[in-house]
Nanobody, 120 residues
Framework: QVQLVESGPGLVEPSQTLSLTCTVS??????????WSWIRQSPRKGLEWMGG???????YFSPDLKSRTSISRDRPKNQFTLQLTAVTPEDTAVYYC????????????WGQGTQVTVSS
């Protein structure tokens, strides 16, 4: 059974960098042909795809967030990580890591989600 678990700080100060990790079990982040993405949900914007990394290590980002977002993976730890720089209160959301046969839709596996609040 494939499981994804998000971890990271629940509270981040404005202008700081948010770093979240998704730990994967039951499969490998390099198994073909899966795509691994970060999605967030907020009352203001609803569900928003932020970016993702493919089984081969290529990364793709939302144009709205591209300048502030990076995604990497750690194969020995079977994890992939999101970094979002220069956060503002508008980045307050529940953040999910997901897996699917595509980057933008049809996700088959979701993490439980982690609440991130940006506040001083």
């Amino acid at each position: 059974q494939v499981q994804l678990v998000e971890s990271g700080p629940g509270l981040v100060e404005p202008s700081q960098t948010l770093s979240l990790t998704c730990t994967v079990s039951g499969t490998s982040v390099t198994d073909g042909y899966w795509y691994w993405s970060w999605i967030r949900q907020s009352p203001r914007k609803g569900l928003e795809w932020m970016g993702g990394i493919t089984y081969s290590g290529n990364t793709y980002f939302s144009p709205d967030l591209k300048s502030r977002t990076s995604i990497s993976r750690d194969r020995p730890k079977n994890q992939f990580t999101l970094q979002l720089t220069a956060v503002t209160p508008e980045d307050t959301a529940v953040y999910y890591c997901v897996r699917g046969p595509a980057l933008y839709k049809d996700y088959t596996t979701w993490g439980q989600g982690t609440q991130v609040t940006v506040s001083s």
